[in-house]
């Protein structure tokens, strides 16, 4: 049985702190895990705390390997703000990231997404049609934590549950 591939895309969200400890399980689970951010996730954390995971593969770039026979594996976005969430319902990819998402789900490889947003933006009327739309492509959404004051990311442990179930 061959090794399963993760490609962890990490967003700015204040939740993207949780990502050297989203890497760090990936990696120890056995799975060959690649890191790709978003530009503004160095506002919430130097991005070398995620590239930085013993273990891990960092893609910073076009260039960088395995982009030259990228899409495969299973992709995971974590975590995902509202931006980003519209943008791929949109069929948006004007960055790295939404564009290797793009491409992945037009191959139709495993997505699954992990939304961290505030409560206005999650009860955005486009947050809907988009959690459809991407739903309706295939995609997985993790359900994020909601309570009266905050809707987040799900726990690692939630996050890690439905990967390990994905990969039996």
Known sequence: M?????FLFVTSSGRAKDAPELVRETVAAGWKTY?????NV????P????YGVPGSHAIRGYKDPPLNRFPFGTMLV???TFNTFNKLALGLADNLATSMIADALGAR???FIAPSMNHGLWNHPQ???SEAKLKEWGCTIIPP???EKVVTMASITDILQVLHQHFK
């Open 2 to 6: 061959s090794t399963p591939t993760i």
């Open 35 to 39: 890191t790709i951010l978003t530009l």
């Open 42 to 45: 160095s506002s919430v954390l």
């Open 47 to 50: 991005p070398d705390e995620i």
């Open 78 to 80: 974590a975590p995902c």
């Open 109 to 111: 490889c495993p997505i």
């Open 127 to 129: 947050t809907r049609i």
């Open 145 to 147: 934590y909601i309570d």
